[in-house]
Nanobody, 120 residues
């Protein structure tokens, strides 16, 4: 079993910055991908950014140039640096991990979510 613990959400003014963190713990063979998704009220959960164990990244068009995803493989932790935040970035942000188990099965795990609110 894998647990994902998120931190770093909160209230920020437009143009401000926040840094989200997500640490994975438990017993597994490897984490091949980690990422962040967001879900605003009444909308579907959608990808914000993802990063593989090799460092390949993928971003939603709406956050390119403003958000940066990074990963510390030794700590099984993923970060999302969010700059130039806009009110439309307001959502619950969920950490995701694609994990290969000891028995070499792949599974998806989610964090509990952290609220990000961008408002003046």
């Amino acid at each position: 079993q894998v647990q994902l613990v998120e931190s770093g959400g909160g209230l920020v003014q437009p143009g401000g910055s926040l840094r989200l963190s997500c640490a994975a713990s438990g017993t597994f063979f490897s984490i091949y991908a980690m990422g962040w998704y967001c879900q605003a009220p009444g909308k579907r959960r959608e990808l914000v950014a993802s990063i593989t164990s090799g460092g390949n990244t993928n971003y939603a068009d709406s956050v390119k140039g403003r958000f940066t995803i990074s990963r510390d493989n030794a700590k099984n932790t993923v970060y999302l640096q969010m700059n130039s935040l806009k009110p439309e970035d307001t959502a619950v942000y969920y950490c995701h991990a694609g994990v290969t188990s000891i028995l070499k099965y792949d599974n998806d795990y989610w964090g509990q979510g952290t609220q990000v609110t961008v408002s003046s």
